[in-house]
């Protein structure tokens, strides 16, 4: 079975690639990546939705740590990044090393950068 499920989902990818522009392919592979993984219950559903859409904006009681280089819009989808399971303590610790964040959001190459607090090693 797992052969038969490889082989349709390879000749499924290459004949939907063949009529894509190559600029779509990359997102095309990836939408399909997460819907093989959402059917292994691989991803988190809450997390998936959060990349989609940042979250629902409410009022946001939390003070941005950083308006200087954070917008507050911005600073609202961090607040919402920390009250999913897996992000716990994200919030608090953002603002703690908001100095080592902005190091990351001003670099040309930010995901080489090691992440700062408790997402260091992460």
Known sequence: ??????HF???LYRNICRSLLEKDKLVFSFLLAIKIMGGKWQVDAAEWLFLLTGG??????DANPAPEWLADKQWGEVC????LPNMQGFRADFAQN?????VIYDAVEPHEAPLPGL???A
């Open 56 to 61: 629902v904006a409410l009022d946001n009681p």
């Open 9 to 11: 989902t390879l000749s």
């Open 98 to 102: 908001a100095r080592r964040w902005r």
């Open 80 to 83: 919402r990044l920390g009250d």
């Open 1 to 6: 079975m797992a052969n038969l499920d490889a």
């Open 119 to 121: 997402w260091e090693g």
